[in-house]
């Protein structure tokens, strides 16, 4: 698999500012503080961690929807951190977004047929005939009837409206899918449909998948890798298997256990997370996790570990990585 996209410290910093007409910044809100990953062609990454980890927020500045306050993004090889202009309008479509809630994303006064060819419209892609048949054949690759465009989207299910949302985002044939929580808010029956969707797209179009999840059961079927996210920065990023097998950060462990396993004795001895995350404007110094760290030693009060490579493509930032108690949990069954 060759390289789509690759992030190299990337940042998004806020300042916040008080006072009405002095305005006297305060403080500084950290997103994202130095995040780096890169995505393979075809291949899917996850973004998992709390709410207000900065993974949306790194989805975003990705997508050049918001400006980054460092670092820089490389798309099939070139980069585009500062492009603008055409370059910057080619990027917004061979990059889309599956977002969270289909049904907020979707215009209710147009019908399922005009949002799906909404984006070939901004685009500047073919004409109106063309671009109904384009709108008829993505209605049958989601699993829907072609009927279905002259509906309106409040005559559809949540799961359908999920394909819908897909299909708009397909229109443009775009590289890289953004998935911002794409099922969370579907039923867990209709869930696994839309994953396995998903993969079978992936598979048939070659997409590449940059998914964003809040916790890990949903992504131990959709990713090919996991990053996760603590306070706006990668605390572990490995392939799947070994993330789910043999985790070595204790934020990866604690929100590995804390959901359900099929066989209750391979959950291991893991104590559960205590505390509440600590606010993006005022990061703990050293280790940003040591608050909620049961492993916690003054070390990593003061220093800061690296996200450093403890066997190939297992990269974690932990001082203790090698010596932390073995938890005895392995999440890995019924991966292939
Ligand atoms: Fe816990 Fe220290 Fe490792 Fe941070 S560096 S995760 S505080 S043991
Ligand atoms: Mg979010």
Redesign the pocket.
């Known amino acids: 698999m060759s390289g789509l996209l690759e992030v190299s410290g990337l940042a998004r910093h806020y300042p916040v500012k008080r006072g009405v007409v002095l305005q006297k910044q305060v403080g500084t809100v950290r997103a994202v503080d130095g995040v780096s990953f890169d995505l393979a062609r075809g291949e899917t990454l996850a973004l998992v961690g709390e709410?207000?980890c900065g993974?949306?927020?790194t989805a975003r500045l990705v997508m050049r929807l918001i400006e980054p306050s460092a670092g820089t993004i490389r798309f099939d090889g070139q980069d585009v951190t500062n492009v603008g202009g055409g370059a910057l309008r080619t990027l917004r479509r061979r990059i889309q977004i599956v977002f969270?809630d289909p049904y907020a994303s979707l215009n209710p006064r147009l019908t399922v047929g005009e949002a799906i060819a909404e984006p070939m419209a901004v685009h500047g892609i073919g004409d109106a005939a063309s671009r109904r048949a384009k709108v008829e054949e993505l209605l049958r690759l989601v699993g829907l009837a072609p009927f279905h465009a002259a509906r309106y989207p409040h005559e559809f299910s949540g799961g359908q409206r999920q394909r819908i949302g897909i299909a708009r985002a397909l229109s443009v044939e775009p590289e890289l899918v953004v998935c911002?929580?794409p099922v969370s808010a579907l039923d867990v029956s209709i869930q696994a449909q839309v994953v396995n969707l998903m993969k079978d797209l992936q598979a048939r179009l070659g997409l590449s998948y940059l998914f964003?999840a809040?916790d890990l059961a949903v992504v131990k079927h959709m990713a090919d890798r996991v990053a996760v996210m603590y306070l706006g920065q990668i605390m572990e990023i490995s392939d799947k298997r070994t993330l789910f097998a043999d985790p070595r950060h204790p934020y990866t462990r604690a929100l590995l256990a804390a959901i359900p396993h099929p066989d209750p004795s391979r959950r291991g001895r893991v104590t559960p997370l205590g505390g509440d995350v600590p606010s993006p404007m005022a990061v703990p110094p050293g280790c940003r996790f040591h608050t909620r760290c049961p492993f916690a030693q003054e070390r990593c009060r003061q220093e800061i570990p690296a996200l450093r490579e403890i066997a190939p493509g297992h990269r974690t930032a932990c001082h203790f990585a090698e010596t932390l108690p073995d938890p005895g949990l392995d999440y890995s069954g019924g991966l292939t």
Do not use: A, C, L, R
Request: proline share 0%; aromatic share 0%.
């Open positions: 709410s207000g993974k949306s927020t969270q911002d929580e964003i809040h």
